[in-house]
């Protein structure tokens, strides 16, 4: 009898944003393919050109935030200097038939994740990445408190060239801007219909089935097992108020969402001992990564309850998380053209790989 798994190929759709599917064909993974390489990793403390380095602040724009001081700083906040939104000019905003243009206003500023250049994520320690995620509740804070105008401010991260990161220095970025993203827009339009009809965060919900579901699907006619759902088997971490999942219907092969146990919508709300507890979750999910796809390119985002009168009453049905979209290959045509991801791993298969690191 093989041991190897059964092949799965099946659309399955998101259940937050019933609009989005994935393509599930653990066939295709055996057809020739070229995968992104994983990024080079340049492990070196300091780099005497880099401007992210110390000793090098000239050569960025004035700190805008630094922790815990502006000279002894571990983690550091500058403008972009290649803004993708910017405050410097007002314009007023244009409509000439169909066709619309909001003025480009808002802010983009670079976070400086650690003073050593080529430290990894899972190689902080669970102090720093608690001091990170402060200070991205407190740009988010400072960004809202500046303009009212601002709608939605993002904190991302870029890891490798394929993932759109320029500069090897570990940084992330936050940009505040005036519209919602698309993909915010849908989750909470989504989240709150939901809500409406079963009265609970379909997050909590899918939360709760991770954590306690478990079923066994079996073929009418044959009465052989078709699926069996476990409990956790989804499941990739744990903490006491965080949980890391791989969603049922990943766009990405190894995707990981990190979400509050209890429900939380807005990410500006955190607190200390829970920012410590993410941090930690946060360090093991990427070092299980590491160990399995090592080195490879990947963004992260923050997706958390926008700033705006459409959204005032969605705090008890939405749920801010943070979702790590490791970049293992290049979208094709279809894709892009359907808009269908594709997955040539179950993400059940993925789930189980990543569980069975063994951590330090």
Known sequence: MSDQPKAVREIR?????????????????????????????????????????????????????????????????????????????????????????????????????????????????????????????????????????????????????????????????????????ENVYNEVTHSRQYFEKNRQCIFCSLIDEALTFEATIYDRESGSVRRQFSVGQYVIERGRHFVAIKPFASRYEWEIHILPLTHHSDFMDITDEEREDMAGVLRRSMARLDAVIGGAQYNFFLHSIPHNNEFRNCHDSYHWHLEICPRTSIPTGFELGSGLFVSTISPEQAAAQLRAVELE
């Open 13 to 181: 759709i998101n259940p937050v944003v019933p609009s989005e599917s994935v393509l599930v064909s653990t066939a295709r993974g055996m057809r020739p393919r070229k995968e992104e390489a994983p990024a080079p990793r340049d492990t070196r403390k300091h780099v005497e050109g880099c401007p992210f380095c110390t000793g090098n602040e000239h050569m960025t724009p004035p700190t805008i935030a630094s922790s815990p001081g502006q000279d002894d700083w571990q983690v550091r906040v500058v403008e972009n200097l290649f803004p993708v939104l910017g405050d410097d000019s007002r314009s007023t905003n244009l409509v000439f038939g169909l066709q619309q243009a909001i003025d480009g206003y808002g802010r983009h500023e670079v976070v400086i994740d650690h003073r050593e250049h080529g430290i990894a994520i899972q190689d902080m320690s669970v102090e720093h990445l608690t001091r990170l995620l402060g200070m991205y509740r407190d740009r988010i804070r400072a960004l809202y408190a500046a303009d009212r105008r601002i709608q939605y401010v993002l904190v991302f991260k870029n890891f490798g060239p394929a993932a759109g990161a320029s500069i090897a220095h570990t940084h992330s970025q936050v940009i505040a801007m005036p519209v919602v993203p």
